[in-house]
C-alpha cells in the first residue's frame, strides 16, 4: 500500500523543501495510543528526572539553532534572522517550564478555615494524558512550543500536529526531543492536511486539544471536541491596535509601530494593525512613520506572504480600504506574489475590513482620535482582544490605558515585549480565542487540579457529616458562624 505524501514548499521560490506523509486516520489512532503510555511513563517519573529532560532537549534544540533557523526560513520565506530571534524565544519558555513546573504545580497544603479546622488540606496539579497541539505556520516553533513545552512540563505527553505548510519543522522538533528521551514517544508528531488535526482533536483518548490559528477553524476544532468533552485552549490571532498617546516619545513609537506591523510580512497574530494616534502629534507622527517606512522592503527586511491564499485577503482588505481611505504607503500595487510591499492607509472607516478582520499582511490602518481615551475606545471595539500596545511618556496614564485596554495582554512603549516574557501568560478573549499559554497559567491549563482533605482527628462535638449528628451540634456551628461570619461592618 502506498502512503499518500504532500509536499512543502519554499513560499519564495516555490522549491519542495521537503515530502510528508498525509497520516490516516489508523496512523494517528497508533500514535495516540503510543502517547498515551508513554504518558503514564513520564508522569511517572520523579519531577527532577522530567526536568533534567526537558533542559537537555532545550540544550540539544539550541546545538541545532542554526540548522533549525535554515528550515523555518525554507518553509516560511521569513529571514534567518527572525527564524532564529522566534526559536531563542521558545527556548527562554522551555527553560522557564521546565524550572518552574514543580513551584507552580507540586503538592502544597492550603489553609481549611476555621470549619476544616481537624483537616489537612492538600492541593496539587496532576497531568492529563495525551495533549493534542494543533499548530499554525506563521512561527512554527514559537507558537507551537508555547503549549508543547508547558504540556510536557506539566507531565503530559504531546501529538502534534503541524501545519501542512510548515510539517519539517514539526517533525525536527519531535527528533530533537527523542535525542533527549529516547526510551518513549513522549513527543510525537503527525503530518497531514487539516483532516489529520480533526482525527487529533476527535480521539477521546487525547485530553486537551491545544490549537492555533483561526477563529473559523478553532470553531470546528471546538465542536469536533465537544464529542467526547474535551477541553480546548484556543489562540485564534487579534486585530491588534497601537496607541500613541500625545506625550510619547514619537520616533520611538514610530519604529516600533513599523517593526511590529510589518516584520513577519505581518503575519504575527499579535502584530500592529490598527494604529490610533493622539490629535496633538498625529503630524509629527505620521511623518516619522512615513520616513521610516521608506526604507523598509519586502524580500530583505521580511519575507514573502508564506500561505499563497492570504494573498486574496490582504488584496481585499487593500483595495476596499484605499476606496474611501488615503494612501501614505503603497496600496493596490504592493501585492506582487509572493512579496507585499509596506501598506499604510488613512482614515479607513471602523467597519471597513481592513479595520474588523484579521489581515495576515504588512498592512495598517491609521486614525486620528480627539484624545487617549477615544483611541482606547476605537481599540475596544473589535471582537476581537488578543494583544495591543500603548505608547505614552506618562508610566501611570499608560498602565490606567493599558488595563482597559479589552485584551490578554498590552505592550507599552514597547512592541509584543509580553511574548518574550516566560512567566506572562499568552493568550485573547472574544474572537482572539480563550485559554493561556506561558507562565504560571500555562502551565496550569495543561494539568488538573487535585484536591484532597485528610481527616486529622475527629472534631470534638462537632460531627456534622453523620447522621449521628444532633441539635446540640447545630447549635455550636451556628454559635461558630456567628462569630466568625456574623458581625456587619459598614
Ligand atoms: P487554520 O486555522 O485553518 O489552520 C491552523 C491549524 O489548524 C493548521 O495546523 C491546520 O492544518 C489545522 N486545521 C485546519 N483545519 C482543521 C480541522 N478541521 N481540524 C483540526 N485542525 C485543522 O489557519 P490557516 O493556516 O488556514 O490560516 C488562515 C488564517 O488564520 C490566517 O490568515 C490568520 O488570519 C489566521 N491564523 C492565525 C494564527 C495565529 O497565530 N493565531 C496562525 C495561523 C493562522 P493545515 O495547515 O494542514 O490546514
Same mark, same amino acid.
Request: hydrophobic share 40%.
Given at each position: 500500500?502506498?502512503?499518500?505524501?504532500?509536499?512543502?514548499?519554499?513560499?519564495?521560490?516555490?522549491?519542495?523543501?521537503?515530502?510528508?506523509?498525509?497520516?490516516?486516520?489508523?496512523?494517528?489512532? =497508533? /500514535?495516540?495510543?503510543? +502517547?498515551?503510555?508513554?504518558?503514564?511513563?513520564?508522569?511517572?517519573?520523579?519531577?527532577?528526572?522530567?526536568?533534567?529532560? %526537558?533542559?537537555?532537549?532545550?540544550?540539544?534544540?539550541?546545538?541545532?539553532?542554526?540548522? %533549525?533557523?535554515?528550515?523555518?526560513?525554507?518553509?516560511?520565506?521569513?529571514?534567518?534572522?527572525?527564524?532564529?530571534?522566534?526559536?531563542?524565544l521558545a527556548i527562554t519558555h522551555l527553560d522557564w517550564a521546565a524550572r518552574n513546573a514543580v513551584k507552580v504545580l507540586g503538592?502544597?497544603?492550603?489553609?481549611?478555615? $476555621?470549619?476544616?479546622?481537624?483537616?489537612?488540606?492538600?492541593?496539587?496539579?496532576?497531568?492529563?494524558?495525551?495533549?493534542?497541539?494543533?499548530?499554525?505556520?506563521?512561527?512554527?516553533?514559537?507558537?507551537?512550543?508555547?503549549?508543547?513545552?508547558?504540556?510536557?512540563?506539566?507531565?503530559?505527553?504531546?501529538?502534534?500536529?503541524?501545519?501542512? %505548510?510548515?510539517?519539517?519543522?514539526?517533525?525536527?522538533?519531535?527528533?530533537?526531543?527523542? =535525542?533527549?528521551?529516547?526510551?518513549?514517544?513522549?513527543?510525537?508528531?503527525?503530518?497531514?492536511? *487539516?483532516?489529520?488535526?480533526?482525527?487529533? /482533536?476527535?480521539?477521546?483518548?487525547?485530553?486537551?486539544?491545544?490549537?492555533?490559528?483561526?477563529? /473559523?477553524?478553532?470553531?470546528?476544532?471546538?465542536?469536533?471536541?465537544?464529542?467526547?468533552?474535551?477541553?480546548?485552549?484556543?489562540?485564534?490571532? *487579534?486585530?491588534?491596535?497601537?496607541?500613541?498617546?500625545?506625550?510619547?516619545?514619537?520616533?520611538?513609537?514610530?519604529?516600533?509601530?513599523?517593526?511590529?506591523?510589518?516584520?513577519?510580512?505581518?503575519?504575527?497574530?499579535?502584530?500592529?494593525?490598527?494604529?490610533?494616534?493622539?490629535?496633538?502629534?498625529?503630524?509629527?507622527?505620521?511623518?516619522?512613520? #512615513?520616513?521610516?517606512?521608506?526604507?523598509?522592503?519586502?524580500?530583505?527586511?521580511?519575507?514573502?506572504?508564506? $500561505?499563497?491564499?492570504?494573498?486574496? !485577503? !490582504?488584496?481585499?482588505?487593500?483595495?476596499?480600504?484605499?476606496?474611501?481611505?488615503?494612501?501614505?504607503?503603497?496600496?493596490?500595487?504592493?501585492?506582487? /506574489?509572493?512579496?507585499?510591499?509596506?501598506?499604510?492607509? =488613512?482614515?479607513?472607516?471602523?467597519?471597513?475590513?481592513?479595520?474588523?478582520?484579521?489581515?495576515?499582511?504588512?498592512?495598517?490602518?491609521?486614525?486620528?482620535?480627539?484624545?487617549?481615551?477615544?483611541?482606547?475606545?476605537? +481599540?475596544?471595539?473589535?471582537?476581537?482582544?488578543?494583544?495591543?500596545?500603548?505608547?505614552?511618556?506618562?508610566?501611570?496614564?499608560? $498602565?490606567?490605558? +493599558?488595563?482597559?485596554?479589552?485584551?490578554?495582554?498590552? +505592550?507599552?512603549?514597547?512592541?509584543? #515585549?509580553?511574548?518574550?516574557?516566560?512567566?506572562?501568560?499568552? *493568550?485573547?478573549?472574544?474572537?482572539?480565542?480563550?485559554?493561556?499559554?506561558?507562565?504560571?497559567?500555562?502551565?496550569?491549563?495543561?494539568?488538573?487540579?487535585?484536591?484532597?482533605?485528610?481527616?486529622?482527628?475527629?472534631?470534638?462535638?462537632?460531627?456534622?457529616?453523620?447522621?449521628?449528628? *444532633?441539635?446540640?451540634?447545630?447549635?455550636?456551628?451556628?454559635?461558630?458562624?456567628?462569630?466568625?461570619?456574623?458581625?456587619?461592618?459598614?
Amino acid at each position: 500500500m502506498t502512503t499518500l505524501t504532500f509536499d512543502s514548499l519554499n513560499p519564495a521560490t516555490g522549491e519542495v523543501v521537503g515530502s510528508h506523509p498525509k497520516q490516516s486516520a489508523d496512523a494517528v489512532r =497508533e /500514535a495516540v495510543g503510543r +502517547a498515551e503510555q508513554a504518558a503514564t511513563w513520564w508522569a511517572g517519573l520523579a519531577p527532577t528526572e522530567r526536568r533534567r529532560r %526537558l533542559l537537555d532537549y532545550k540544550a540539544v534544540l539550541t546545538q541545532h539553532l542554526k540548522e %533549525l533557523s535554515g528550515l523555518v526560513h525554507d518553509e516560511t520565506g521569513k529571514p534567518v534572522g527572525d527564524a532564529t530571534l522566534e526559536i531563542v524565544l521558545a527556548i527562554t519558555h522551555l527553560d522557564w517550564a521546565a524550572r518552574n513546573a514543580v513551584k507552580v504545580l507540586g503538592r502544597r497544603r492550603v489553609s481549611t478555615g $476555621m470549619i476544616g479546622l481537624n483537616l489537612a488540606a492538600t492541593l496539587e496539579y496532576l497531568p492529563l494524558g495525551v495533549v493534542g497541539v494543533i499548530g499554525p505556520w506563521n512561527y512554527p516553533v514559537f507558537t507551537p512550543m508555547g503549549s508543547i513545552a508547558y504540556a510536557l512540563a506539566a507531565g503530559n505527553a504531546v501529538v502534534f500536529k503541524p501545519s501542512e %505548510l510548515t510539517p519539517g519543522v514539526g517533525v525536527r522538533l519531535a527528533e530533537l526531543f527523542a =535525542e533527549s528521551v529516547p526510551e518513549q514517544p513522549v513527543f510525537q508528531t503527525v503530518t497531514g492536511l *487539516g483532516e489529520t488535526g480533526a482525527l487529533l /482533536a476527535k480521539d477521546p483518548r487525547v485530553k486537551k486539544v491545544a490549537f492555533t490559528g483561526s477563529t /473559523a477553524t478553532a470553531k470546528r476544532v471546538m465542536a469536533a471536541c465537544a464529542e467526547n468533552l474535551t477541553p480546548i485552549v484556543a489562540e485564534c490571532g *487579534g486585530k491588534d491596535a497601537f496607541i500613541v498617546d500625545a506625550d510619547a516619545d514619537l520616533k520611538a513609537a514610530a519604529d516600533a509601530c513599523l517593526w511590529g506591523a510589518m516584520s513577519n510580512a505581518g503575519q504575527t497574530c499579535v502584530g500592529v494593525e490598527r494604529v490610533y494616534v493622539v490629535d496633538a502629534v498625529y503630524e509629527t507622527f505620521m511623518r516619522e512613520l #512615513s520616513d521610516r517606512v521608506a526604507t523598509v522592503k519586502a524580500g530583505e527586511d521580511y519575507g514573502p506572504i508564506t $500561505m499563497p491564499g492570504q494573498l486574496d !485577503i !490582504i488584496r481585499r482588505h487593500i483595495d476596499d480600504a484605499t476606496k474611501s481611505g488615503k494612501v501614505v504607503t503603497g496600496g493596490p500595487d504592493s501585492v506582487r /506574489a509572493p512579496y507585499v510591499d509596506p501598506v499604510i492607509i =488613512e482614515d479607513v472607516p471602523e467597519d471597513s475590513p481592513a479595520v474588523r478582520e484579521e489581515t495576515f499582511g504588512p498592512t495598517i490602518t491609521v486614525r486620528r482620535t480627539r484624545d487617549a481615551q477615544q483611541a482606547l475606545e476605537l +481599540a475596544n471595539a473589535s471582537a476581537y482582544g488578543l494583544a495591543g500596545t500603548i505608547f505614552s511618556g506618562n508610566a501611570r496614564r499608560a $498602565m490606567e490605558l +493599558a488595563r482597559l485596554m479589552r485584551t490578554g495582554m498590552t +505592550a507599552v512603549n514597547s512592541v509584543i #515585549s509580553f511574548a518574550g516574557v516566560p512567566a506572562l501568560p499568552f *493568550g485573547g478573549i472574544g474572537d482572539s480565542g480563550f485559554g493561556r499559554i506561558h507562565g504560571a497559567d500555562g502551565l496550569r491549563e495543561f494539568a488538573r487540579p487535585k484536591a484532597i482533605s485528610r481527616q486529622r482527628f475527629a472534631m470534638p462535638g462537632m460531627n456534622l457529616t453523620s447522621f449521628s449528628r *444532633g441539635p446540640a451540634d447545630l447549635e455550636r456551628l451556628i454559635r461558630l458562624v456567628t462569630f466568625l461570619h456574623g458581625r456587619r461592618k459598614r
